[in-house]
């Protein structure tokens, strides 16, 4: 199974990141913002390892997940809702065309969304792999 390609949108450095530090992002014409002062805020992801970034992951400044892709008309929170991170830890390629996920919350640990039937499930304790 091929796995996808991920680049980090920006190396941030810095101290710890505050809701009102942020970056602006645009893709495919739609900006949105990611916060600062974490390295693992904002990723590119080609999930099919073919050299273009299929999906754009972001922590918004107010710590949820957004994700936005060609024919999504602009900016998603990562459904169904609810999930807030401090920073990206993996992304992953499952077995029968499954894509995961992996966010960090300090003091309480690794969360996953998982891509299946054509819709993302929620996030749950867990880890991609």
């Known amino acids: ?17 505050t809701a009102g530090c942020y970056h602006n992002i645009t893709r495919w014409n739609h900006t949105g913002k990611y916060i600062c002062g974490e390295p693992q805020a904002a990723y590119d992801v080609d999930w099919n390892a073919d050299g273009r970034y299929d999906e754009t992951f972001v922590i918004a400044p107010n ?22 991170a401090d920073y990206f830890s993996d992304f992953e390629n499952l077995p029968r065309g499954q894509r995961c996920v992996e966010v960090y ?25």
């Open 63 to 84: 710590r949820e997940i957004w994700h936005t892709w060609a024919n999504a008309g602009g900016w998603k929170e990562l459904p169904p809702g609810n999930g807030f």
């Open 105 to 129: 919350v300090r003091g309480d640990g690794e969360y996953v969304n998982v891509f299946r039937d054509g819709k993302w499930r929620g996030w749950s304790v867990h880890t991609c792999v």
């Open 1 to 17: 199974m091929t796995q996808p390609i991920v680049t980090s949108v920006e190396s941030n450095t810095g101290g710890a990141s």
